[in-house]
């Protein structure tokens, strides 16, 4: 029997300003196409459908309007949707009962039942029923789904996140076999695994993970057949096994991710268990682009850097970008590049099937000695006029050799401005 598997969609993102809708319906057209083509027995969408809780009219159009033609292919196909931590638990809940007679089950919550012990004291138990669906294959293969959401601390009480999850993983193992002993077991999560890889150039994959701890999964005694994974973008397996990945975003989030590939799994699955696992490449519409590279130095002139743009960006066809164009990201070094420049760097790229979505400015080296003489204050006055951002963004060019990232600096100003507020009520 064949699985699609996918996750992190994140519909309704906002790239750099841009809003991604055109391009994300552009990626539901084509799934259409491959289950069209494909006819498999199920569709597992593990998380992050929406990039927020509260997401736009336009972008849960756009999903239900999926899930209405997927109805309407006339074969039959289970569809079924979990939570992500972007996700609303309750809103993509709310249609349940009415999608589900169109063989779309939603699993947003983690339901519980409550039973009193012989002396009358209530107390609940997960239900762990309700997260294990069947599926029939076309080839006869019996299976069931065990469609885990995110799954919040709220759910998992008295033990640390990792060993929670890890334990409510495998209990949900244990009451499938029970229930279902002779189908394969399929696993969707949406959790960010120990050891998985994620974007180290640039702080949005880490912001969109979250704070979530990260879980042991190669230590499970009993596992599932297969494991799909939402949460990290990069597709992947997941370290120490060679029964769960991560099918990876449908499109990138940052310029971090440039070098990822995207698309959804083909996942096989026969009587005796997995048999196959490829990708089904997606081609963004939007290509992303640095200029220069980040293997290449950025303390380039205008000049150079204009020349660059013309060598690397298509020209333009059209009166303005068209929906394939590419988005591009320049890098310049901070005092090597001014405001006038930066113009000209524009207005290059406005001649070209390219849209400019962000500057980075590079600072140029520390001069450590001139660090290590400003740091030292002379009075006490000094000490306590002293900017508590500038003082760390020194401490952190003393220790590492290198200033901090725009965005570490706005993360640190957060904070600061945090701790103020508290100390002031």
Same mark, same amino acid.
């Given at each position: 029997?064949?699985?699609?598997?996918? &996750?992190?969609?994140?519909?309704?993102?906002?790239?750099?300003?841009?809003?991604?809708?055109? @391009?994300?319906?552009? #990626?539901?057209?084509?799934?259409?196409?491959?289950? *069209?083509?494909?006819?498999?027995?199920? /569709?597992?969408?593990?998380?992050?459908? #929406?990039?927020?809780? =509260?997401? !736009?009219?336009?972008?849960?159009?756009?999903?239900?309007?999926?899930?209405?033609?997927l109805s309407s292919l006339g074969h039959r196909m289970k569809v079924i949707v979990t939570a992500g931590n972007h996700d609303s638990a309750q809103r993509l809940e709310a249609p349940r009962p009415l999608l589900s007679c169109l063989q779309v089950e939603i699993r947003g919550n983690v339901r519980h039942l409550w039973s009193a012990d012989a002396d009358g004291t209530p107390h609940r138990t997960v239900d762990y029923d309700d997260l294990i669906i069947p599926v029939d294959g076309a080839d006869g293969t019996e299976a069931v789904v065990?469609?885990? $959401?995110?799954?919040?601390?709220?759910?998992?009480?008295? @033990?640390?996140?990792?060993e929670g999850v890890s334990n409510f993983m495998s209990t949900l193992m244990n009451r499938a076999t029970a229930l279902y002993p002779h189908r394969r077991r399929v696993m969707m999560a949406h959790l960010y695994a120990t050891g998985a890889e994620i974007a180290a150039d640039d702080a949005s994959e880490r912001i969109i993970v979250g704070g979530s701890e990260q879980v042991t999964l190669c230590g499970m005694n009993d596992r599932p057949d297969y494991l799909t994974? &939402?949460?990290?973008?990069?597709?992947?397996?997941?370290?120490?096994?060679?029964?769960?990945?991560?099918?990876? !975003?449908?499109?990138?989030?940052? #310029?971090?991710?440039? !070098?990822?590939?995207?698309?959804?799994? /083909?996942?096989?699955? &026969?009587?005796?268990?997995l048999r196959d696992v490829k990708q089904l490449r997606y081609t963004p519409q939007h290509p992303l682009t640095v200029i220069p590279d980040d293997n290449e130095p950025a303390d380039l002139t205008i000049?150079?850097?204009?020349?660059?743009?013309?060598?690397?960006?298509?020209?333009?066809?059209?009166?303005?970008?068209?929906?394939?164009?590419?988005?591009?990201?320049?890098?310049v070094t901070h005092g090597k590049i001014s405001t006038d420049d930066i113009a000209v760097a524009e207005k290059h790229i406005?001649?070209? =099937?390219?849209?400019?979505?962000?500057?980075?400015?590079?600072? $140029?080296?520390?001069?450590?000695?001139? *660090?290590? *003489? !400003?740091?030292?204050p002379a009075t006490i006055d000094d000490i306590l =006029?002293?900017? $508590?951002?500038?003082?760390?963004?020194?401490? #952190?060019?003393?220790?590492?050799?290198?200033?901090?990232?725009?965005?570490?600096?706005?993360?640190?100003? @957060?904070?600061?401005?945090?701790?103020?507020?508290?100390? @002031?009520?």
């Open positions: 029997m064949k699985f699609i598997c996918t &996750g992190d969609w994140h519909l309704g993102n906002m790239f750099h300003g841009i809003d991604r809708l055109d @391009e994300q319906r552009h #990626f539901l057209d084509w799934m259409v196409e491959q289950i *069209e083509k494909l006819r498999p027995d199920a /569709l597992l969408i593990a998380g992050d459908v #929406f990039d927020s809780g =509260n997401p !736009s009219a336009a972008s849960q159009k756009a999903y239900y309007g999926f899930l209405a033609r065990l469609a885990v $959401p995110y799954l919040r601390s709220d759910v998992i009480s008295g @033990e640390s996140y990792s994974c &939402g949460h990290i973008h990069k597709r992947q397996h997941i370290r120490d096994t060679d029964w769960a990945r991560y099918s990876g !975003s449908v499109l990138p989030m940052s #310029f971090a991710e440039k !070098s990822y590939t995207h698309g959804v799994d /083909l996942v096989d699955i &026969g009587p005796d268990g000049n150079r850097l204009c020349r660059l743009i013309d060598e690397r960006l298509p020209p333009l066809t059209a009166e303005s970008a068209d929906e394939n164009a590419v988005y591009v990201a320049l890098r406005a001649r070209r =099937n390219a849209i400019l979505c962000k500057i980075q400015k590079i600072m $140029p080296p520390p001069d450590i000695d001139t *660090e290590r *003489e !400003s740091i030292n =006029n002293l900017d $508590p951002v500038e003082v760390l963004a020194k401490a #952190f060019a003393l220790k590492h050799g290198t200033p901090l990232s725009e965005r570490q600096r706005e993360m640190l100003s @957060e904070i600061t401005a945090n701790a103020k507020n508290d100390t @002031e009520l």
